[in-house]
């Protein structure tokens, strides 16, 4: 039996509305990590067996270990959680992995809470390989808004270009003037055309003038 077309679409609205409540629900997370460098083989299997149960949990959406280019004692946890509950959940059940890693570690963790400013549809299928870059942005509060913007169009752009396999931004909930732009590229030639591309370019001279902190912008490779 087909449905009337009023109920078709009432049916869509509602679903679309439930979808869009999730996505607000939804928590991201990325955290860093920096271990002696000695530890650096331990804290990698240590940070590999935590990832894979994170990602069997209720409610994970994501979970990425990268190690960072230049640096391989530092580390950087990238993941999404169906809601707040999942991501205290989580918490709770990875403590023994937390203390496990105290005494590797060179200084406390440092976890940054997001919620989802412009997510990449891609997500459902995260890339395993390729070179992934981490942005801090830190805007003063007046321009948070503005400087959300133009991140938004940042991603819309970026994510058409070649090599590009995932473009998210993230706004910190506890300071909604920091955001965190999680890119994933297919190697290195395709990051460096993007870093020069025109409306990266043009990207940065405006968020020049809002700038609160510098522009860092850190290289990783997933471990797991």
């Given at each position: 039996?087909r449905l009337?077309?009023?109920l078709?679409g009432l049916?869509?609205?509602i679903?679309?509305?439930?979808a869009?409540?999730r996505?607000?629900?939804?928590?991201e997370?990325?955290t860093?990590?920096?271990v002696?460098p000695e530890a650096?083989?331990?804290?990698i299997?240590l940070?590999?067996r935590?990832?894979v149960a994170?990602?069997?949990e209720?409610?994970?959406?994501?979970?990425a270990?990268l190690q960072?280019?230049?640096r391989?004692?530092r580390f950087?946890?990238?993941?999404?959680?169906?809601?707040?509950?999942?991501?205290?959940a989580h918490d709770?059940?990875?403590?023994?992995?937390?203390k496990?890693?105290?005494?590797?570690r060179?200084?406390?963790?440092?976890e940054?809470?997001?919620?989802g400013?412009s997510?990449?549809?891609r997500?459902a299928?995260?890339?395993?390989?390729?070179?992934?870059?981490?942005?801090?942005?830190?805007?003063?509060?007046?321009r948070k808004?503005?400087a959300?913007?133009?991140?938004?169009q940042?991603?819309?752009?970026?994510?058409?270009?070649p090599g590009?396999?995932?473009?998210?931004v993230?706004q910190?909930?506890s300071?909604?003037?920091?955001?965190?732009?999680?890119?994933?590229w297919?190697?290195?030639?395709?990051?460096?055309?993007?870093?020069?591309?025109a409306?990266t370019?043009?990207?940065r001279?405006?968020?020049?003038?809002?700038?609160?902190?510098?522009?860092d912008?850190r290289?990783?490779?997933?471990?797991?």
């Amino acid at each position: 039996m087909r449905l009337p077309l009023f109920l078709l679409g009432l049916m869509l609205l509602i679903g679309a509305a439930m979808a869009d409540a999730r996505a607000e629900d939804a928590v991201e997370t990325v955290t860093y990590l920096e271990v002696t460098p000695e530890a650096v083989p331990g804290a990698i299997a240590l940070l590999q067996r935590t990832a894979v149960a994170g990602r069997a949990e209720d409610g994970n959406r994501g979970y990425a270990v990268l190690q960072e280019e230049g640096r391989r004692n530092r580390f950087a946890l990238v993941a999404a959680w169906r809601d707040e509950a999942a991501r205290a959940a989580h918490d709770e059940a990875a403590a023994a992995f937390a203390k496990a890693l105290t005494p590797l570690r060179l200084a406390p963790r440092d976890e940054r809470v997001h919620g989802g400013l412009s997510l990449d549809a891609r997500r459902a299928a995260p890339p395993r390989r390729g070179l992934w870059v981490l942005t801090h942005v830190d805007v003063v509060p007046p321009r948070k808004d503005e400087a959300a913007a133009l991140l938004r169009q940042l991603a819309e752009e970026s994510r058409r270009e070649p090599g590009n396999r995932r473009f998210d931004v993230l706004q910190q909930t506890s300071r909604p003037n920091h955001f965190t732009v999680v890119e994933v590229w297919a190697d290195a030639k395709a990051a460096t055309a993007h870093a020069g591309a025109a409306h990266t370019k043009a990207f940065r001279e405006a968020l020049g003038p809002m700038q609160g902190a510098l522009y860092d912008e850190r290289l990783y490779r997933a471990v797991e």
